[in-house]
């Protein structure tokens, strides 16, 4: 028996790092995944890979987001899990010289997107699912330098608490997770950017911040995601969850 059998679950920025890990894991517990993303070369090798369904979705477009959750009806006639996780970082500049564009652009992916993302498909999930929004320990705390990704992952939290409140008499269960530095692409970007340094010594400069020392591997924030995906965390919601080596203690 798996934790999500006869579950269908539909995943943004699915094609990434965090995104497969999750659908990996998903589809080993029995669920059938949508990946949804921009990079279509990704979502088709994700989908060759797990053997599941993929759409390109920006989701910061209301009708893009629309269609992919037509697209997840479509195919499988329910939705039980969202997990609203594409991201992107913009740069690393303190806000009297962030640019305008990559501000507006920072928050729609990650705010514009998540409310679109529970605007769509809140409608047709099944009582009793679960919605897993991908915040940061930014979402939490903030650095000099991070004012978009920062507000924008705090935003997130705002958004949860009240669409957990929304849709609490269905019994989903709506939940933000915070994780601090995971080794992939994404975060080498990040590191690189904020220290200057090349990937090796900028990862130990951080690692000197998180008790636990060292960085998640994307499979550790996946199995958080799939906790808060199934029964085992029925009782949980309207939280945001530290999934960072107590980087936010
Ligand atoms: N990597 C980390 O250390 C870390 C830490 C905390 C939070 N996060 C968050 O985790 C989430 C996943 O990040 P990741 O580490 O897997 O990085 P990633 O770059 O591998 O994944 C992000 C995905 O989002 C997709 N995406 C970007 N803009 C999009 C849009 N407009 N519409 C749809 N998809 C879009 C990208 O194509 C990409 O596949 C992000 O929200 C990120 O902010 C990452």
């Not at 992919?68 to 806000?95: M, Q, T, W, Y």
């Not at 330098?145 to 608490?161: E, F, I, N, P, Q």
């Not at 990937?199 to 911040?209: D, S």
């Not at 808060?228 to 029925?234: N, P, R, V, Y």
Request: hydrophobic residues 45%; negative net charge.
């Amino acid at each position: 028996m798996g934790r999500l059998d006869g579950k269908v679950a539909l995943i943004t920025g699915g094609e990434g790092s965090l995104g497969m890990a999750t659908a990996r894991l998903f589809t080993a517990e029995g669920a059938q995944v949508m990946l949804a993303g921009i990079d279509e070369e990704r979502l088709r090798a994700g989908g060759a890979e797990l053997g599941c369904a993929w759409t390109v979705a920006d989701v910061s477009d209301s009708g893009q987001v629309q269609a992919a959750v037509r697209a997840v009806i479509e195919r499988f006639a329910r939705l039980d899990v969202v997990v609203s996780n594409a991201g992107v970082f913009g740069v690393v500049a303190p806000v009297v010289d962030y640019p305008d564009d990559v501000f507006d652009r920072v928050l729609a992916v990650h705010v514009r997107g998540t409310f679109l993302v529970c605007k769509h498909a809140l409608p047709v999930m099944s009582d009793g699912g679960s919605v897993i929004i991908t915040s940061s320990v930014v979402g939490l705390t903030s650095d000099a330098g991070v004012g978009a990704y920062a507000t924008a992952k705090h935003a997130l939290v705002g958004l949860m608490r009240t669409v957990a409140k929304e849709v609490a008499p269905r019994g989903i269960r709506v939940n933000t997770i915070h994780p601090g530095p995971v080794d992939n692409d994404f975060q080498r970007a990040v590191e690189t950017a904020a220290t200057g340094a090349p990937a090796e010594e900028a990862a130990a400069l951080f690692n000197a911040h998180i008790p636990l020392a060292r960085h998640a591997i994307p499979e550790e924030v996946g199995r958080v995601i799939l906790f808060l995906a199934g029964d085992d965390s029925s009782f949980v919601t309207g939280s945001p969850i530290p999934v960072d080596g107590g980087m936010s203690i």
